[in-house]
């Protein structure tokens, strides 16, 4: 695969390597003169010196022959502007952003860009997931499907704890894949009982995801 | 007319001024609470400190009920994105912004974003102008 990647920043220059390791073609952008130049000491002739911004430039890296965009800047706006330019000039068939400001998902959804990678949202849950008593984690979103995978553990009070999953009204669109019991990994059946401090992997629908934790209380 | 404007440089504060002199409601929106010295004393309408591109900073300066919004930061791409979160996320039926780089002004203006580019505006005047010594 030919992927370009906007920003030479710390991601910019890992992704870069991680993928040429892969055995992809990859130019990765870098407008700074100076960061150009120690990046293109260590990466050689897979760094361009440019604006990812700029059509010109993207022109010039072959972004007509790109099969993926990946704009990693420290600017959302930059970032949305790179993928849209790849999209509309270059039809590029993938581009993906990275969001420092995760109110922008929708938007960038609205506007074309495939895949949007927000850390902050990511550093958010992987903290959330670590900190002990009841918790409801969403551990990773699966955009295109419009599902949501969640953890969550069973509240001591919670309405659900010790019945059998036959007996819960799960939402419609709702799936409890794992139960992990006390370090335990435990595939549930319908006569599966639910305890209190069960952690629970369910995979949800984004729109019963509240009707979800009404009914194990967790709201 | 309820207008919202992005930027209060020489163009923001120069045509909040005017809109406002023309008797319109006007907010204007700058990341530094300095520029708006820029604006005229007798100024009547809005001024919110703040990011352009959050949509909560956006709310604030009125633009749920705006009928227009203009983006003139120094940006090209901060214009580009305020104007899009002002179409698509709160549907104001007029949004124009500026772009100065010839080529992402007809990119965008392809995917329908009113876009004027003072970089090919000035170019042509000042062509027309050297164009009539001969």
Request: glycine share 8%; proline share 3%.
């Amino acid at each position: 695969m030919y992927i370009i990647i906007g920003g030479g920043g710390d991601v910019g220059y890992y992704l870069t390597r991680n993928l040429l390791h892969q055995g992809h073609e990859v130019l990765l952008l870098e407008k700074g003169k100076e960061r150009y130049q120690s990046l293109s000491d260590e990466l050689g002739q897979s760094v361009l010196k440019g604006d990812a911004c700029e059509a010109r430039i993207m022109d010039e890296a072959g972004a007509r022959r790109a099969d993926v965009v990946i704009a990693v800047t420290g600017e959302d706006e930059d970032n949305l502007v790179i993928c849209q330019v790849a999209k509309k000039r270059f039809n590029v068939a993938r581009t993906i952003a990275r969001l420092n400001n995760p109110k922008h998902e929708v938007l960038f959804q609205k506007l074309g860009i495939d895949v949007t990678v927000s850390p902050t949202k990511a550093i958010l849950s992987l903290i959330e997931s670590e900190l002990p008593g009841p918790r409801f984690v969403q551990l990773m979103t699966l955009k295109k499907a419009g599902l949501e995978i969640l953890e969550m553990s069973i509240p001591s009070l919670s309405p659900v704890a010790g019945k059998p999953l036959n007996q819960i009204n799960l939402p419609r669109r709702c799936n409890l894949v794992l139960i992990i019991r006390d370090s335990e990994p435990l595939f549930p059946t319908a006569d599966t009982v639910l305890q209190a401090n069960d952690d629970i992997y369910a995979l949800v629908t984004r729109d019963a995801e509240e009707e979800l934790r009404a009914i194990f209380g967790t709201a | 007319m309820k207008v919202v404007i992005l930027g209060c440089g020489r163009v923001g504060a120069t045509l909040a001024t005017q809109l406002d002199q023309a008797g319109h409601s006007v907010s204007v929106i700058d990341s530094s609470s300095d520029a708006f010295q820029r604006l005229s004393s007798k100024f009547r309408g809005d001024k919110i400190v703040g990011n352009g591109a959050q949509e909560d900073v956006l709310r604030r300066a009125g633009i749920e009920a705006a009928d227009a919004f203009v983006a003139v930061t120094n940006g090209d791409n901060r214009n580009i994105l305020a104007s899009q979160i002002a179409k698509e996320i709160f549907h104001v039926k007029k949004v124009v912004c500026r772009i100065y780089d010839p080529l992402r002004q007809r990119t965008f203006g392809e995917l329908g974003l009113e876009a004027i580019c003072p970089t090919t505006v000035v170019a042509d005047m000042l062509l027309d102008s050297l164009s009539a010594i001969k």
